[in-house]
């Protein structure tokens, strides 16, 4: 066979691997295990390619049990003591076909498999006290089950993994009826387990379905960012979702919910996986999401949780779990670790509220201030300098420059300057050395551009390239920042200080916007519409800014939540150190660190003041606050429209 060695084993050689094999207690293998020998043997650089993460039975159950599993069982604890609607279900059971497009070594098929077996032997189980019978003749069988994989090992071990379960499945019978027993040779004939590329496949060649057919699609397909796909990975991409603009910023499994919906579109099928929650947060939700819920509708969500599973270097990320169908009055169900919540309707930020989607827009529709990028030298750092060297210029000639602060400097504490000549006559510096050569060197290194507006900025070189300063203070908000921290530290900077472009400013702004800004409210509204990039929120002025919905402030509470900011600058000032320092890492996986515990009951005492302006009473959790949120933007953008 291509690609395989021929294995040659000697007489004693096959007499050890039967006497090994016959050692094993079959019935006691975890098929969940082969799962993670497969990851544990697979190369570092193998895994990182097709982005393999395997899933924990516990995990595998998040997804079945909302899926069609608590369908099943609920069926069943009605129809007890009616013979009638207990073979019905049986007759519904062996009618149901499920498919893995992303199979791996096929945990989701086997544990799928066996929990049906299960439940069919407790079924089994009522007909007999019904009628007396001891006769069990298992409907459900391998040949109800799919998947398509990459691998051709990954394959071998899913039809393995399921001929497995199958022999497991017919001894727990046999223990607990006792005198049946299905053979389990010959082997039953599992359903097509296709090694391929599933975004290359038609999904429908493969489990072929009619409008009325119950069929399940589920699984655990590769993540990958937008930033780690290599080259193959995005002509799958453009292959896909091509027709889509934008398909570029989006993360690899956005394939697997694109084609799922076309698979389901119109039927009786539903899906569900198991995703990272980028794709639920930022510009993906804007991108993908548009294209899905027109066509169908999110029947269930797990919203974001910690990955665990058994396999060797545990996958840390965090991830939810999104279920879909064609849509249909029956309610639909949001799972917050242990909180189970009956909703009207799913947005695509896993939360209640509608399916709008948040576009970014260039003005606040809230009525704030405006915020811009910070002022961008584009001087190839001639203009910049560190503070060793600005304490060596002449006090006299310190006029020419101003504090230059970015998000790494505002966060870290870190004293940089610049070269600031906008609004200073040209004699006043022209015999300063030091000044002109970093003029000329920026002179050069603008004509030297191939960009025309570049080469248009070298006929005035001693200026910014792009200048938005005002002579105010202004709010400075990083742009980046570590996604670990509870809140994002933002703070004021007077006009003596340029805000670069690794920042944005409000200029002019009176305080209790800041507070607002640095409440549990907006951190939400950022996280969940801004979402991140690599591991640091990103703050978009266009999408979080100006979209973030602002409830209707008294002169009062403006004056309540000054006082409250003011007092958060304070200790600040007051416990030294460095933002980064005082506002920690509590939310890191590995290293956690603390934030202030005095900083963190003033911003907690603030989070109060600014819930109560959005809502009279508290808020249950996090999710009730985004579904407010949400809502209220719809209703903003309804006003405008």
């Known amino acids: ?26 019935d006691k293998v975890n098929p969940d295990i082969l799962g993670s020998m497969l990851q544990a043997v697979a190369s570092e650089d193998k895994r990182s390619h097709l982005g393999m993460h395997y899933t924990s039975v516990p995990n595998i159950m998040k997804v079945i049990n909302p899926l069609f599993l608590d369908d099943l069982h609920e069926e069943f604890e009605k129809a007890k003591g009616n013979e009638t609607k207990l073979n019905n279900l049986l007759e519904r059971m062996r009618k149901m076909k499920f498919m893995d497009p992303a199979c791996g070594s096929g945990n989701f098929l086997i544990i799928t498999y066996k929990e049906l077996r299960r439940l069919e032997m407790d079924i089994f189980e009522e007909l007999g006290k019904i009628n007396n019978s001891t006769m069990y003749v298992p409907t459900i069988d391998l040949g109800q089950f799919y998947g398509i994989e990459l691998e051709d090992f990954a394959v071998d071990v899913t039809r393995l993994s399921l001929y497995i379960a199958d022999h497991q499945m017919n001894l727990e019978l046999k223990r607990r009826y006792g005198d049946y027993l299905r053979e389990t040779l010959p082997l039953h ?20 379905h009619e409008k009325d057919d119950e069929v399940y699609l589920f699984g655990n397909p590769p993540y990958l960012g937008s930033r780690e796909q290599n080259k193959d990975q995005k002509m799958d991409m453009e292959h896909v979702l091509g027709s889509i603009k934008g398909f570029k910023n989006l993360d690899y499994i956005s394939n697997w919910f694109y084609l799922a919906t076309k698979y389901i579109y119109r039927s009786n099928a539903e899906f569900a996986f198991v995703t990272t929650n980028s794709i639920c947060q930022g510009v993906q939700v804007g991108i993908l999401w548009p294209k899905l819920l027109d066509k169908i509708e999110i029947s269930f969500a797990h919203t974001s949780f910690k990955w665990e599973n058994n396999a060797k270097n545990n996958a840390g990320v965090t991830v939810v779990i999104i279920g879909c169908r064609n849509f249909n009055t029956n309610e639909k169900h949001l799972f917050m670790g242990n909180i189970v919540q009956k909703v009207q309707n799913i947005s695509p930020y896993l939360a209640e509220g509608d399916s709008r989607v948040i576009f970014s827009t260039n003005s606040p529709l809230n009525g704030l201030p405006k915020i811009v990028f910070g002022s961008m030298p584009n001087d190839q750092g001639n203009f910049i300098l560190n503070d060793d060297i600005y304490e060596d210029i002449p006090d006299n000639e310190k006029i020419f420059y101003k504090r230059f602060i970015g998000s790494s400097e505002f966060i870290n504490a870190k004293k940089r300057y ?28 603008r004509n030297n551009s191939r960009r025309k507006a570049t080469k248009k900025l070298a006929l005035k070189p001693q200026l910014f390239g792009e ?3 005002k002579s105010s203070n202004a709010i400075i908000v990083p742009a980046h920042t570590s996604e670990n921290r509870l809140y994002v530290p933002m703070g004021i900077v007077d006009a003596s200080t340029i805000i670069s472009n690794s920042a944005m400013a409000i200029y002019d702004a009176p305080l209790w916007l800041l507070g607002l800004l640095e409440s549990r409210m907006h951190m939400l509204w950022l996280k969940n519409i801004g979402g991140t990039l690599g591991t640091s929120f990103r703050y978009s002025a266009t999408l979080v800014y100006n979209t973030f919905p602002v409830p209707e402030l008294s002169t009062r509470r403006k004056n309540e939540i000054e006082e409250l900011i003011g007092n958060i600058l304070d200790i600040r000032e007051e416990e030294g150190g460095t933002l980064a320092e005082l506002y920690g890492s509590p939310l890191a ?12 009951e003033a911003h907690k005492e603030l ?23 949400l809502n209220m933007y719809s209703e903003m953008v309804n006003k405008k429209g």
């Open 1 to 26: 066979m291509s690609g395989y060695a021929l294995v040659v084993f000697s007489k004693k050689s096959r007499n050890l691997i039967i006497e090994a094999g016959e050692l094993i207690g079959w």
């Open 189 to 208: 004939k599992v359903g097509d387990i296709r090694c391929g590329n599933a975004l290359r496949l038609d999904w429908n060649e493969i489990l072929p």
């Open 418 to 445: 610049c070269l600031w000549l906008y609004g200073i006559d040209k004699s006043k510096y022209e015999k300063i050395t030091f000044i002109t050569d970093r003029i000329s060197k920026v002179r050069k290194y």
């Open 467 to 469: 200048i938005r300063w």
């Open 589 to 600: 996986a590995k290293n956690p660190k603390p934030m202030n515990p005095r900083l963190l």
């Open 607 to 629: 989070d109060k003041v600014v819930d109560r302006a959005y809502k009279s009473t508290d808020f249950k959790d996090d999710n009730e606050r985004l579904a407010l949120l």
